[in-house]
């Protein structure tokens, strides 16, 4: 028993000698995990602005290599323009920096769209930025030009030569047109004319006819636009006797077919022709109107030779000569002609 609690105690003593250690060894590590976690963060912080520098270095080492290829390219550039001066020019880059360096004055160049009278200003000194504008604006004007033609003096040479020639030919057209409008307008006036005599004559007979044809009754011609005889329409009225309306719509067929024989035999006596030819105008009239129409054929025909197709008895009658087309049996035409004047001739002797 002595032994045992000897050993109870002695364990007891190395409990506490182990929880002791274990604390101190949770301290020491939760001090070395705080310790770690710091040291991490620094290491961070450190490979963030290691990172940067990199970064930084990368940017330096590509800004040094373009400024090394632009200055490459600006020797490159500046030997060019010292050959082109030496051959295009003539001159040597020293007297061309000379004459011309930014030490020198610029002259201003005058706007080609400004007033030519305004006072010109002085020059002023080389400024880049200002130099640099001039520059864009020049290049920018000349590609709006185009492309130089070196055949552009021939082809204007050539161009004016065409125009001279256009020009010449246009006041050939404008004097030709001049004229033709002189005669166009001569002979408007020479058809207004002839056209205000003729509707005249024909207006005085077709009267004098219609009264004939419908006795007692009015008839007349009308020009719709008499201001303006070359496209002025003609209107015919005409009132038969007993009645008051003008329109030949409302006329029964056989007074406008005799109102339009009236028209035409008043033409025809307006202005008289070596012969007429009429196609049945009387198939529609009655014996009192055909007889009235006969009576003017019969004046028509002391003056001109009329060649009548009809099929009314009483106006073969009044022929010198009837020529008729008869069919045989046989299905085949024949033409029958008889001169009535000489048989009438010979009946009467």
Do not use: C
């Amino acid at each position: 028993a002595r032994v045992a609690e000897a050993v109870r105690v002695a364990a007891d003593w190395a409990h506490g000698l182990l929880v002791d250690s274990a604390d101190e060894a949770d301290a020491a590590r939760r001090a070395a995990e705080e310790a770690r976690n710091e040291r991490d963060a620094e290491l961070a912080l450190v490979r963030r602005d290691i990172a940067t520098l990199q970064n930084e270095l990368r940017e330096l080492t590509d800004s040094v290599h373009r400024d090394e290829v632009a200055r490459a390219q600006q020797r490159l550039r500046i030997e060019q323009l010292q050959q082109k001066a030496v051959e295009e020019l003539g001159i040597s880059p020293e007297s061309l920096v000379e004459e011309y360096g930014p030490h020198q004055l610029v002259p201003v160049v005058p706007d080609p769209d400004a007033d030519p009278e305004a006072p010109v200003p002085d020059p002023g000194p080389f400024v880049r930025e200002a130099q640099e504008k001039r520059l864009r604006q020049a290049e920018r004007k000349l590609n709006a030009l185009g492309r130089i033609n070196p055949l552009a003096l021939e082809e204007f040479t050539a161009l004016e030569e065409r125009h001279k020639f256009l020009t010449e030919q246009l006041e050939d057209l404008k004097s030709s047109k001049r004229d033709l409008l002189d005669i166009v307008k001569e002979v408007d006036e020479r058809v207004e004319r002839v056209f205000a005599e003729a509707f005249a004559d024909t207006a005085v007979q077709f009267e004098r006819v219609f009264q004939r044809l419908f006795p007692g009754g009015e008839g007349r011609l009308v020009l719709t636009d008499p201001s303006n005889l070359l496209t002025s329409g003609l209107e015919v009225e005409a009132r038969p006797p007993g009645k008051k309306i003008k329109r030949l719509s409302l006329l029964s067929g056989g007074e406008r077919s005799l109102v339009a024989v009236a028209l035409l035999v008043a033409i025809f006596k307006a202005r008289p022709s070596p012969f007429y030819i009429m196609d049945e105008v009387e198939a529609a009239l009655d014996d009192a109107n055909l007889g009235r129409l006969l009576t003017l054929f019969e004046e028509l025909r002391d003056s001109s030779q009329l060649i009548v197709i009809t099929h009314q008895k009483k106006t073969m009658e009044i022929a010198d000569a009837l020529y008729g087309v008869s069919m045989r049996g046989d299905g085949v035409t024949t033409v029958v002609s008889q001169r009535l004047r000489d048989v009438a001739t010979q009946q009467s002797a």
